[in-house]
């Protein structure tokens, strides 16, 4: 216990800010949950019994924490996990779909943290004897024994699907030896937000449980079977009490703030405030003159293909204006299709494809795109910039061109034997636990990765050559992050963002969800910018102002009573109410290729 609370101490070097009065609400409600579970245990009840007791008080096993990036849901986690170890009630232990998201509270990501296997959730496999005790013990090891397992939180539960939620309780009942109790007897805690991405290509937790009771949407929820894990899943959903933390404490203006309550809120007819639209303005000039910072802010796009080419071109910026080399080379294609070509279309593929090459600048903004070491903030979307690279001994006489000043394009004819990513880490975070290659900043060695990267070719020379749209490189688990995508944004505060929303002839189409991640990812609105104003006679920007929320969303919003529980029939109320309002209108195409 004592090292435990040496631990928390040192993740919160700053003392945490204080509560909001809805916070407080929500840490009294379920610490009295913890209190009596708590009890029940000491007391020699069963976790059965224990269940039973909570259920007899009216309080829940399992419970939602809803609220928008910036609410404090963070904060909050941890002044409850504080308060539990203080009166020795037992452990908290938060963890997330993603790494980024679970990398803040020191934890491995979700599947990692319950040996769940992503790609067969949909049918339960047995784990033997031997398997089960890997899991308790490597569970003992990254976050406590399992007999002292209080509360588990799913943090960014956006990203589940159903048969996640039945897999955690499946893994909790054998991590805890409690076949036939629901989650082990553990409090389950799912936090999040469901106006922001859902898991890609899918819809999310929220909008599939609408679309299963009530409006028969989606082709999966028409005829689930009752055993599946995605119906017990979708059950446990249904059971989960709700709570929604409403006070935005990222936003620093208050107009601002209302503009992005007005873009959450399901029940007006256009979520996208005016006052939004005309305070966004493209980059100019100026605005670089004023803050040269502008030059390099991060760039949000919707599509893999922008993010390439702005990469490509800010890389080659970003060197010219630093005098510094740009370093170059070429992922390794693996698909059969090359052996077929000769050596001067393999090099025009390449010229065309911005995606087939990576860059390196010293300096410039880097992105892991693979969990290392979650726990020590090395996660899929960890974020930092290029030190250095380790060059294989046949490039070794290219390490003195790269080091010098001057600009050059040096294209490098195998990639490198490492790539030094120096870290950035969160204000509370020193970084003391994590090796590093240079005193007092935090540089660690990314090696190639043992997995292959799915690069989609798009260039007009790969179509008419017949190039696979597919292409299988090996690579670096690391990216040049000039410009990323919506769903690499969410979670991050950025001081200041470029917005890509110009109409597309193409999908992914621009959403609202994928728009209110882009905009409340700062906290003021003079920290937005548009790459480019759309054009009048394209419509301008009226494929914004017609982003509406889904039907299935609405009607959830609307579906629980005000205890927080779910009610079928509020549900069917909401439906009987927003069945006729227009669906969102995907975004029409432009007369003209862009």
């Given amino acids: 216990m004592e090292e435990q609370k040496k631990n928390l101490s040192r993740d919160e070097v700053e003392?945490?800010?204080?509560?909001?009065?809805?916070?407080?609400?929500?840490?009294?409600q379920h610490?009295?949950?913890?209190?009596?579970?708590?009890?029940?245990?000491?007391?020699g009840a069963s976790k059965l019994e224990a269940l039973q007791i909570l259920k007899d008080a009216n309080l829940c096993q399992i419970q939602q924490l809803q609220g928008a990036g910036g609410v404090g849901k963070s904060v909050l986690l941890k002044a409850m996990k504080r308060i539990m170890l203080e009166e020795g009630l037992g452990e908290m232990v938060v963890t997330a779909w993603t790494g980024v998201a679970a990398a803040p509270f020191g934890s491995p990501t979700l599947c990692t943290l319950l040996k769940i296997q992503f790609a067969r959730m949909?049918?339960?496999?047995?784990?033997?004897?031997?398997?089960?005790?890997?899991?308790?013990?490597?569970f003992r090891d990254s976050a406590c024994a399992p007999d002292r397992l209080l509360v588990f939180v799913v943090d960014e539960m956006s990203f589940l699907v159903p048969?996640?939620?039945?897999?955690?309780?499946?893994?909790?009942?054998?991590?805890?030896?409690?076949?036939?109790?629901?989650?082990?007897?553990?409090?389950?805690?799912?936090?999040?937000?469901?106006?922001?991405?859902?898991?890609?290509?899918?819809?999310?937790?929220?909008?599939?449980?609408?679309?299963?009771?009530?409006t028969h949407s989606n082709p999966e929820s028409r005829a689930i079977e009752?055993?599946?894990n995605r119906a017990k899943g979708l059950e446990h959903f249904r059971m989960a009490r709700r709570t929604v933390l409403a006070k935005l404490m990222r936003a620093e203006d208050v107009t601002f703030q209302e503009e992005q309550k007005q873009l959450r809120n399901t029940t007006v007819a256009n979520p996208v405030p005016e006052s939004l639209l005309r305070g966004l303005r493209a980059m100019t000039r100026q605005d670089l003159r004023s803050d040269p910072s502008w030059a390099f802010a991060t760039i949000c796009v919707l599509s893999n293909f922008e993010r390439h080419h702005l990469n490509r071109l800010q890389a080659t910026n970003f060197a010219k204006i630093h005098d510094i080399p740009l370093v170059v080379w070429r992922r390794k294609i693996k698909n059969r299709w090359l052996d077929t070509c000769d050596e001067s279309t393999i090099n025009e593929l390449y010229e065309n494809e911005p995606g087939a090459w990576e860059y390196f600048v010293r300096g410039a903004p880097a992105m892991l795109n693979e969990n290392i070491q979650p726990t020590k903030y090395l996660a899929n979307g960890a974020v930092g910039m290029f030190h250095s690279l380790s060059l294989v001994p046949s490039a070794q006489h290219e390490e003195e061109r790269i080091k010098a000043s001057g600009f050059a394009r040096i294209e490098l004819e195998q990639p490198p034997a490492i790539i030094n990513f120096q870290l950035e880490l969160p204000p509370e975070d020193d970084g003391k636990d994590i090796q590093t290659l240079v005193p007092g900043v935090v540089v660690i060695p990314v090696v190639p990765s043992r997995n292959?990267?799915?690069?989609?070719?798009?260039?007009?020379?790969?179509?008419?050559?017949?190039?696979?749209?597919?292409?299988?490189?090996?690579?670096?688990?690391?990216?040049?992050?000039?410009?990323?995508?919506?769903?690499?944004?969410?979670?991050?505060t950025k001081d200041k963002l470029i917005l890509s929303l110009a109409p597309r002839p193409f999908?992914?189409?621009?959403?609202?969800?994928?728009?209110?991640?882009?905009?409340?990812?700062?906290?003021?609105?003079?920290?937005?910018?548009?790459?480019?104003?759309?054009?009048?006679?394209?419509?301008?920007?009226?494929?914004?102002?017609?982003?509406?929320?889904?039907?299935?969303?609405?009607?959830?919003?609307e579906a629980y009573n005000a205890e927080g529980d779910y009610q079928l029939d509020l549900a069917w109320a909401a439906y009987a109410r927003h069945q006729n309002t227009a669906k969102p209108k995907r975004q029409k195409r432009c007369k003209e290729p862009e």
């Fill in 15 to 28: 003392p945490p800010p204080p509560l909001n009065s809805d916070q407080r609400a929500f840490a009294r």
């Fill in 31 to 43: 610490l009295r949950a913890q209190r009596l579970l708590a009890r029940a245990r000491r007391s």
């Fill in 122 to 138: 949909k049918h339960t496999e047995a784990m033997n004897e031997d398997a089960i005790n890997a899991m308790v013990g490597a």
């Fill in 163 to 214: 048969e996640a939620i039945e897999m955690i309780n499946i893994q909790l009942q054998r991590l805890c030896g409690e076949l036939d109790v629901p989650f082990g007897g553990v409090l389950l805690l799912l936090a999040g937000d469901f106006t922001q991405k859902p898991p890609p290509n899918a819809i999310s937790l929220a909008e599939t449980l609408i679309a299963t009771d009530v």
């Fill in 226 to 228: 009752p055993v599946s």
């Fill in 452 to 492: 292959t990267f799915d690069y989609n070719s798009t260039s007009l020379f790969s179509c008419l050559k017949g190039v696979p749209k597919t292409l299988r490189c090996s690579t670096f688990p690391i990216d040049i992050a000039f410009a990323v995508t919506d769903y690499k944004l969410q979670g991050k």
């Fill in 507 to 557: 999908p992914p189409y621009q959403d609202l969800k994928g728009f209110y991640v882009g905009v409340s990812r700062v906290k003021k609105r003079d920290r937005l910018r548009l790459l480019c104003n759309a054009a009048k006679r394209r419509g301008g920007f009226e494929h914004i102002r017609d982003l509406r929320h889904t039907l299935e969303l609405k009607i959830w919003n």
